[in-house]
């Protein structure tokens, strides 16, 4: 796992813990690459009766099948105004999560579940982000 220095896990009262940063992060900068554990999509409806379930990617290329992003990749919490964005390498079995607007000290670090740093899609949970 490769990440920045200043990663950490902190608890929000609205949406539990999330992904924080001790260190200002600019536009362009690789937060983390995080090693995934792949799941077949013959195990996705398994998956889907456990707790993993509000965990995990869809992934591959028809997204059929789901992976567990190890390091912090699994806890980033959901935005329609992230900061964060994600990148697939289904080869090297990869998430990289990379900075898409300017982040402070002290915030928390977001991604938007549906790939797209500003799409406001409905998620299958209520968000307050």
């Not at 609205?14 to 090693?35: K, N």
């Not at 869809?58 to 990749?73: S, V």
């Not at 990148?87 to 670090?109: L, N």
Request: glycine share 6%.
């Amino acid at each position: 796992m490769h990440s920045i220095p200043g990663l950490f896990i902190a608890h929000h009262p609205d949406h539990g813990r999330g992904v924080y940063t001790s260190i200002d992060i600019s536009v362009e900068s690789l937060i983390e690459i995080c090693q995934v554990i792949p799941i077949p999509s013959y195990e996705r409806p398994i998956v889907h009766k456990t707790t993993l379930h509000d965990y995990y990617f869809a992934w591959g290329e028809d997204r059929m099948a789901c992976a567990i992003a190890l390091g912090f990749g699994s806890l980033y919490n959901h935005s329609a105004y992230a900061n964060a964005d994600f990148i697939f390498d289904f080869q090297a079995s990869t998430i990289e999560i990379i900075c898409v607007k300017e982040i402070k000290a002290g915030e928390e670090i977001f991604i938007n579940y549906h790939g797209d740093p500003d799409s406001s899609n409905a998620t299958w949970f209520s968000q307050k982000s």
